[in-house]
């Protein structure tokens, strides 16, 4: 978590070294900030079976930074393995501009109005990719054998699937719960040569064990990167498949009906597959289509399709009375997209 | 036996690398005297002065050292006074009368280290003339003569 103050809390602990007080290189936009020894008593970690429980960090980032007087974006990294553990997006420190809050009222208006979302061609074609994804993603009864304890389902393997053609994004919450949705979800990923991120958000330092038990799980630390933009932006990032799943995107983003309006801006074609949300913000006709497990996200083109039609849209820019979002995607700089009311 | 070697030790720094007092990091080392047994997260002084040897790579640029920590302030002991030095140069000094976390910087110009071994090493000893046994003030039962918790330790190349 990092503060306004620049204070950066976290813990960094290896079940290969879990002696080891191991060294964290915080960079950031990819230059070298600050190093410390996560070293200090987290009772937290104690419980949860982290070594000695001496394994958390508090450091201040250098308020002289260039870097940090724009939205910028907090790499923490172990130095031995190079394994990067944590990111998240830091806003500026002048916040918002009048143009991205007119645009974020903007997204409440339509959240709030799902009949509008739903309507027209748009929901026509998600409705078709419904069928089409559930066709291939559709979970199996699994009776493999799970016990919460030991995180990893026994037996359960994931292949690292070189060439993924779906980046599926698993949200976070306990171990336990994610290593269930994992076995269930495991007889499809290959078939449907998927690669699933699980996302990591510091609730459950279990969470960070997964990985290393099952090879081809990818782990997404979005700690910090609150909200729509910088969640979708981490996934894009780092997601090699042609298309980006959230799955039960929910708890990732403030709003499902946010991310229905998200869908509809930049969907103008055949780029969006999906777009469906939690309890209570999917249509009638649309969820008799999914099998995959509720609550449901959001799909989108691959990376650099999404980049390029947000691009595009950045392009044709339609004031603050457009619809409007952040993104950062792919590295590019933060900018704001919009699209006419009602186009 | 062991343990007494590295005592002796000093506590080597890398730049930029934040380094916590207290048994998980730092431990001992670099402490020469003057120091309470470390603990989780920090370590008091225990007595007016003490004593820290530090090393870093030869010949270091302008550095700052940034200290953490929090003075021993009561209301029997309303002001810390604390005063820094390094390899006999007066360095910094401070007068604290709030027991909240401070953070200090002190700069370090190069010719300051000694270059010993093909290593900078600076002996610090950090002077703490108010410091005071708890028991003494009827402030718990600790006799550490405490003057200040300190928590972090850094060596930061000052930019540009």
Not at chain 1, 319 to 336: D, E, I, S, T, V
């Given at each position: 978590?990092?503060?306004?103050?620049?204070?950066l809390?976290?813990w960094?602990?290896?079940?290969?070294?879990?002696?080891?007080r191991?060294?964290?290189?915080?960079?950031?936009?990819?230059?070298?900030?600050?190093?410390v020894?996560?070293?200090?008593?987290?009772?937290?970690?104690?419980?949860?079976?982290?070594?000695?429980g001496?394994?958390?960090?508090?450091?201040?980032l250098?308020?002289?930074?260039?870097?940090?007087?724009?939205?910028?974006?907090?790499?923490?990294?172990?130095r031995?393995?190079?394994r990067?553990?944590?990111?998240?997006?830091r806003?500026?420190?002048?916040?918002?501009?009048?143009?991205?809050?007119?645009?974020?009222?903007?997204?409440?208006?339509?959240?709030?109005?799902l009949?509008?979302?739903?309507?027209?061609?748009?929901?026509?074609?998600?409705?078709?990719?419904?069928?089409?994804?559930?066709?291939?993603?559709a979970?199996?009864?699994?009776?493999?054998?799970?016990?919460?304890?030991?995180?990893?389902?026994?037996?359960?393997?994931?292949?690292?699937?070189?060439?993924?053609?779906?980046?599926?994004?698993?949200?976070d919450?306990?171990?336990?719960a994610?290593?269930?949705?994992?076995?269930?979800?495991?007889?499809?990923?290959?078939a449907?040569?998927?690669e699933?991120?699980?996302?990591?958000?510091?609730?459950?330092?279990?969470?960070?064990?997964?990985?290393?038990?099952?090879?081809?799980?990818?782990?997404?630390?979005?700690?910090?990167?609150?909200?729509?933009?910088?969640?979708?932006?981490?996934?894009?990032?780092?997601?090699?498949?042609?298309?980006?799943?959230l799955?039960?995107?929910a708890?990732?983003?403030?709003?499902?009906?946010?991310?229905?309006?998200?869908?509809?801006?930049?969907?103008?074609?055949?780029?969006?597959?999906?777009?469906?949300?939690?309890a209570?913000?999917?249509a009638?006709?649309?969820?008799?289509?999914?099998?995959?497990?509720?609550?449901?996200?959001?799909?989108?083109?691959?990376?650099?399709?999404?980049?390029?039609?947000?691009?595009?849209?950045?392009a044709?820019?339609?004031?603050?009375a457009?619809?409007?979002?952040?993104?950062?995607?792919?590295?590019?700089?933060?900018?704001?997209?919009?699209?006419?009311?009602?186009? | 036996?062991?343990?007494?070697?590295?005592?002796h030790?000093?506590?080597?720094?890398?730049?930029?690398?934040?380094?916590?007092?207290?048994?998980?990091?730092?431990?001992?080392?670099?402490?020469?005297?003057?120091?309470?047994?470390?603990?989780?997260?920090?370590?008091?002084?225990?007595?007016?002065?003490?004593?820290?040897?530090?090393?870093?790579?030869?010949?270091?640029?302008?550095?700052?050292?940034v200290?953490?920590?929090?003075?021993?302030?009561?209301?029997?002991?309303?002001?810390?006074e604390?005063?820094?030095?390094?390899?006999?140069?007066?360095?910094?000094?401070?007068?604290?009368?709030?027991?909240?976390?401070?953070?200090?910087?002190?700069?370090?110009?190069?010719?300051?280290?000694l270059?010993?071994?093909?290593?900078?090493?600076?002996?610090?000893?950090?002077?703490?003339?108010?410091?005071?046994r708890?028991?003494?003030?009827?402030?718990?039962?600790?006799?550490?003569?405490?003057?200040?918790?300190?928590?972090?330790?850094?060596?930061?190349?000052?930019?540009?």
């Amino acid at each position: 978590m990092l503060r306004p103050d620049l204070r950066l809390d976290g813990w960094c602990w290896s079940p290969e070294r879990p002696q080891e007080r191991l060294l964290v290189d915080l960079l950031v936009d990819d230059h070298p900030a600050v190093s410390v020894v996560a070293a200090m008593f987290r009772p937290d970690l104690l419980a949860r079976g982290c070594g000695d429980g001496r394994h958390g960090f508090a450091v201040h980032l250098p308020a002289n930074l260039p870097q940090l007087q724009r939205e910028c974006l907090v790499t923490a990294r172990e130095r031995q393995s190079g394994r990067i553990f944590g990111r998240l997006l830091r806003p500026g420190a002048t916040g918002p501009s009048p143009r991205e809050r007119a645009a974020a009222a903007a997204i409440a208006e339509l959240s709030d109005d799902l009949a509008r979302l739903h309507a027209g061609q748009p929901a026509g074609r998600m409705r078709a990719a419904f069928g089409r994804l559930a066709a291939t993603l559709a979970p199996r009864p699994s009776g493999l054998p799970y016990d919460a304890d030991l995180l990893v389902p026994a037996g359960l393997r994931l292949a690292r699937v070189e060439r993924p053609a779906i980046s599926l994004v698993l949200p976070d919450g306990s171990a336990a719960a994610a290593a269930g949705r994992i076995a269930a979800l495991a007889p499809a990923l290959a078939a449907a040569r998927a690669e699933l991120l699980l996302v990591d958000r510091g609730a459950d330092p279990r969470l960070a064990l997964l990985p290393a038990a099952l090879p081809g799980l990818g782990l997404l630390a979005v700690r910090g990167a609150e909200g729509l933009a910088g969640t979708l932006a981490l996934a894009a990032a780092v997601a090699r498949g042609r298309w980006l799943v959230l799955l039960g995107a929910a708890p990732l983003c403030p709003s499902a009906a946010a991310l229905l309006a998200l869908a509809r801006m930049i969907g103008d074609g055949d780029g969006v597959l999906l777009a469906a949300a939690a309890a209570g913000g999917l249509a009638d006709g649309m969820s008799g289509t999914l099998a995959l497990p509720a609550p449901l996200g959001v799909l989108f083109g691959g990376p650099t399709e999404l980049c390029r039609r947000l691009g595009a849209a950045a392009a044709d820019d339609a004031g603050p009375a457009g619809l409007a979002l952040r993104a950062r995607l792919l590295g590019q700089p933060w900018r704001c997209v919009t699209e006419p009311r009602g186009a | 036996m062991l343990d007494m070697v590295r005592e002796h030790l000093p506590l080597h720094c890398e730049p930029g690398v934040v380094r916590l007092f207290g048994v998980a990091d730092i431990g001992m080392a670099g402490l020469q005297a003057g120091w309470s047994q470390p603990e989780d997260g920090h370590t008091w002084n225990d007595g007016a002065e003490a004593a820290l040897k530090l090393t870093t790579l030869a010949r270091p640029g302008t550095m700052l050292l940034v200290l953490t920590g929090e003075p021993y302030v009561s209301r029997a002991r309303p002001m810390q006074e604390m005063t820094l030095f390094g390899n006999g140069f007066r360095l910094a000094g401070w007068r604290m009368t709030q027991r909240i976390e401070i953070t200090r910087q002190i700069r370090l110009e190069p010719e300051w280290w000694l270059d010993r071994g093909g290593h900078a090493v600076m002996n610090l000893v950090i002077c703490l003339p108010n410091s005071a046994r708890p028991k003494d003030l009827a402030d718990g039962p600790d006799g550490r003569e405490l003057g200040f918790c300190f928590r972090t330790l850094c060596l930061r190349p000052l930019l540009g």
